[in-house]
């Protein structure tokens, strides 16, 4: 093997071992990101402190979009999350539980199952059939029993008293 192409090589193996590198420098600087917006979050929760404004309106170094966490809501980038801005963006006829298995590849079937069955008896989702769609409008109270909208006229005397 000539000079030239010994060097040809080292070259190619160099270039090679540079971008295995760098592919994993890049995946280690984004979970440290990730690790380190955590480690802030969690330090909030535990010291009692206010989040730092940068810290509470960006996620990764990216700015948050759309209307963020609410008081209970999942955040934008968890499997409820996604599920739920899914199926606000279907529209009136909802997507299928195997239309959404295939849009959501990252999350298990009995974990999608499970999501779903708690937003329908919620109120987040209505099931039509095989469909499922998101909820628009006002939702009803959790706390308010289904009974209590019925008339007062099958009680009995004794209990109008009571």
Do not use: C, W
Not at 140 to 147: G, S
């Amino acid at each position: 093997m000539s000079e030239g192409d010994m060097l040809a090589t080292t070259l190619t193996d160099i270039r090679r071992r540079l971008a295995d590198l760098q592919g994993e420098y890049d995946r280690i600087s984004e979970e440290l990101a990730k690790l380190r917006l955590a480690e802030r979050s969690l330090a909030a929760i535990v010291e009692g402190t206010p989040l730092p404004e940068t810290v509470a309106a960006m996620e990764d170094g990216v700015p948050r979009a759309g209307r963020g966490r609410g008081s209970r809501g999942p955040r934008a980038n968890s499997a409820k999350g996604r599920l739920r801005a899914l199926l606000e963006s279907a529209g009136p006829t909802g997507l299928s539980q195997a239309e959404i298995a295939r849009r959501l590849p990252d999350v298990a079937p009995n974990t999608l199952a499970s999501y779903l069955s708690v937003m329908v008896s919620s109120g987040e989702a209505l099931r039509k059939g095989d469909f499922v769609t998101a909820v628009t409008g006002p939702r009803p109270a959790p706390d308010t029993p289904q009974d209590e909208h019925e008339d007062d006229d099958d009680a009995q005397p004794d209990d109008r008293d009571a």
